[in-house]
């Protein structure tokens, strides 16, 4: 992802808005261009937004926008702070990399990010979560299903409802694959949905296909999600020998 330079407080505003619009962590380089320092680690603060592709990186010359330096406090170049949902959490004062990788790293949030739902979608997904902590999969499936005609686009909504598919006494492979299909063309790096997806695929007995999946899911994906997409690989693999 490139990084965005802040000409103004209306470019400012607009970047706020619609990295909280996407549910994602803004990470900000206030510097100045006299600072040897800045410019020390600025290939840093590149090569970081090349890595955290699903994160927003924004920078600004404090002497151009002293209005917005001032906002958030830099008395010191370069500065670098962490803005989720337009409140800044974080604040790296110096041109220490170690420091600001730990900085990205520990406030990127998902990868994907997640958008924010719609107060009327949010109850309904958690009306689904209630109903499929009681294992009963039918009425999550019908809450999901709200929720998704509330925020078509999310995909988080879409693997849940895909999950639940899955539950079912009997399993609905067939959409728990279509829902995963519709999921990862909405963020195709999330690691998820290409779980639910070899999961689904090898309910269907294509097993070759679930192997590509779940090599998908080990690829992508990182932690619990990770291992678990592993754990399925070797049993999805071990059916072919």
């Known amino acids: 992802?490139?990084?965005?330079?802040?000409?103004?407080?209306?470019?400012?505003?607009?970047?706020?808005?619609?990295?909280?619009?996407?549910?994602?962590?803004?990470?900000?380089?206030?510097?100045?261009?006299?600072?040897?320092?800045?410019?020390?680690?600025?290939?840093?603060?590149?090569?970081?937004?090349?890595?955290?592709?699903?994160?927003?990186?924004?920078?600004?010359?404090?002497?151009?926008?002293?209005?917005?330096?001032?906002?958030?406090?830099?008395?010191?170049?370069?500065?670098?702070?962490?803005?989720?949902?337009?409140?800044?959490?974080?604040?790296?004062?110096?041109?220490?990399?170690?420091?600001?990788?730990?900085?990205?790293?520990?406030?990127?949030?998902?990868?994907?990010p997640i958008p924010p739902l719609s107060p009327e979608a949010e109850a309904a997904k958690e009306e689904g979560n209630a109903a499929f902590k009681k294992g009963d999969f039918e009425a999550a499936k019908v809450a999901y299903s709200k929720a998704i005609e509330l925020a078509p686009n999310s995909f988080v909504l879409l693997g849940n409802r895909s999950l639940t598919s899955l539950k079912l006494s009997p399993p609905d492979y067939s959409s728990a694959l279509s829902d995963a299909d519709a999921a990862i063309t909405l963020a195709p790096k999330w690691a998820k949905g290409c779980v639910r997806k070899g999961e689904a695929l090898e309910g269907l007995g294509r097993t070759q296909e679930a192997v590509k999946a779940f090599e998908d899911a080990v690829r992508l994906g990182t932690g619990t999600v990770k291992t678990e997409a592993s754990q399925k690989l070797d049993k999805a693999r071990a059916k072919l020998v």
């Not at 010191?76 to 337009?86: D, R």
Request: net charge positive; glycine share 4%.
């Open 1 to 112: 992802m490139s990084i965005i330079e802040v000409h103004s407080v209306s470019d400012w505003n607009t970047a706020l808005r619609s990295a909280t619009a996407a549910g994602q962590t803004v990470i900000v380089d206030a510097y100045a261009t006299w600072c040897g320092p800045c410019k020390a680690i600025a290939p840093v603060f590149d090569q970081l937004a090349k890595q955290a592709d699903w994160v927003k990186f924004v920078r600004f010359d404090v002497d151009k926008l002293p209005q917005i330096a001032q906002k958030y406090k830099v008395t010191a170049m370069p500065t670098f702070f962490a803005i989720q949902a337009g409140k800044a959490v974080d604040t790296l004062k110096g041109a220490d990399p170690a420091a600001l990788n730990r900085l990205v790293y520990t406030h990127a949030g998902p990868n994907p």
